[in-house]
């Protein structure tokens, strides 16, 4: 079973609805013990990041998490989600939960490209550059492009946390990952084709990258 | 690089599609959430649904079909028309629905952008603004004003003011309208949009005018647009999204070719 985990951020039956699509057994839910039997988890998000880190506080949930993937379950940061697993967010200046060390950063206001000046959110559709061939991106086409809606991005401190990269006035980490956990700044559960795909091989994933 | 996104809008009422849409396949349909599953199978990069009617028993059946087009289609989508307070929204994006576009309610009652980006996020709320060209005038220094009621009102609101309001309030999207271009499928008001975009920081959609590819590429390129919303050109199948998306690829414009 997969469990998504239910956290009041934003829309979570998008990603229900998708895995659904994919004739999945899943759940929503904040509940330990259904968390705990989970085979996967998802940790989904759209908002800011010192509300949902007050929200996860309070309910213990931060706690639950970094337990969840220290023990080595597999699992999906999606968006917010993949932004709050990194040590600290610039949004509302929020301390986050250090699954993975690094931070994550507002884009520049002043970025241009052809002339233009980039808007702010990144909104859209855009490619990923997956790099070395991780299980949960496996058979996605080069061409294929995912949905995005962010204004801030992961910056990994380490380079081996990087496992792709997406191109907008700079060049930023929309994948990232390490043995059991996998993140990703855009929304698989929208991002048609491609987006099925890899949730598709992450509910097939078993946490490690020698599969 | 993003994709420029091309977005096919849907008009229903009460629960039917205003006009029959024509497939390859040659039948007319009138059910909404079938025809958002063609669009999506055809390579749309999001979809609009308007609610015509908007009375509140038609609301209820457009949650339903909110709620129905959701498990059909793995993109994003928004709905719009009728939204007047931040429970239609929420009841709107509950059912499944990204986004969310507020036009009239939101020029009579602006604090409700505000609360619905509070509530959502600015990436729920998208502006919808129904202009039109008239003289310049103190009151009206772009020579743009905002209509509302479909184009029946005049606000006496400058289009280009109000769209920095929206944006400072807290609007995700503009989806802007020309009411002198719509229906005439002679092209995109691309001085317009050309304005409009150049002066916010919020993505701009260029609605109202579209009959041929070449339209398009005109609005996402001198016209400076984010994304371009389509109606007759795809509903009467002259066109295939694919084959839109194959020419303006072919001109040099960044599409999401592969779904």
Redesign the interface.
């Known amino acids: 079973m997969i469990a998504i985990i239910d956290y009041q951020a934003g829309n979570l039956t998008s990603v229900y609805r998708a895995l659904r699509w994919l004739k999945q057994d899943c759940q929503i839910t904040r509940d330990y013990e259904v968390l705990n039997s989970a085979s996967h988890i998802i940790f989904p998000g759209v908002g800011a990041a010192g509300e949902a880190m007050a929200h996860l506080r309070q309910t213990g949930l931060d706690g639950v998490i970094v337990r969840l993937a220290q023990e080595g379950k597999p699992l999906l940061g999606i968006c917010l989600g993949t932004q709050i697993i990194f040590d600290y967010s610039e949004e509302n200046d929020t301390p986050c939960l250090g699954i993975l060390p690094g931070e994550v950063k507002r884009f520049p206001d002043d970025m241009a490209y052809d002339g233009l000046r980039l808007k702010i959110p990144h909104m859209g559709w855009n490619s990923v550059s997956f790099r070395g061939d991780h299980p949960v991106f496996r058979g996605i086409p080069a061409n294929a492009e995912f949905y995005f809606v962010h204004s801030f991005f992961p910056q990994p401190k380490r380079k081996e946390n990087v496992l792709g990269t997406t191109s907008y006035g700079i060049e930023f980490s929309s994948a990232v990952g390490s043995e059991n956990v996998v993140a990703v700044q855009f929304h698989p559960e929208k991002s048609g084709k491609p987006g099925l795909m890899l949730l598709e091989n992450f509910c097939r994933w078993r946490g490690t990258d020698a599969e | ?5 091309i977005i096919p809008c849907l008009d229903v009422r009460a629960g039917k599609l205003t006009k029959g849409i024509k497939f390859k396949a040659n039948i007319d349909i009138g059910d909404p959430v079938e025809a958002a599953r063609q669009y ?1 199978e055809q390579g749309a ?1 999001e979809i609009v649904f308007y609610d015509i009617t908007a009375s509140s028993d038609s609301r209820d059946i457009m949650i339903d079909i909110v709620r129905q087009v ?2 059909a289609i ?3 989508f928004s709905v719009g028309g009728g939204i007047r307070t931040v429970e239609d929204m929420r009841r709107v ?2 059912a ?1 629905a ?1 986004k969310i576009s507020v036009n009239s309610e939101a020029v009579k009652n602006p604090p409700l952008i505000r609360e619905g980006a509070k509530a ?4 729920c709320i998208v502006l919808g603004m129904d202009v039109k060209k008239v003289d310049v005038s103190p009151a009206i220094p772009s020579g743009y004003e905002m209509v509302i009621h479909g184009g029946r009102v005049f606000t006496g609101i400058d289009a280009l003011a109000w769209a920095k309001e929206a944006e400072s309030l807290g609007a ?2 503009i989806c802007l309208n020309s009411i002198d271009a719509d229906g005439t499928q002679e092209g995109y008001e691309i001085d317009l949009t050309s304005l409009i975009s ?1 002066n916010v ?3 701009v959609i260029a609605s109202g005018g579209a009959g041929k590819p070449e339209h398009l590429r005109d609005v996402l390129t001198r016209g ?1 647009a ?2 371009a919303l389509i109606a007759s050109m795809v509903h009467y199948d002259m066109y295939t999204i694919k084959d839109i998306k194959t020419y303006l690829n072919s001109q040099g414009i960044k599409m ?4």
């Open positions: 690089m993003l994709s420029k996104r999506y990069d959701a498990e793995m993109i994003p994006i509950l499944g990204e959502f996020g600015s990436q995700g999207e150049s920081s919020i993505p400076r984010d994304a999401r070719m592969f779904w």
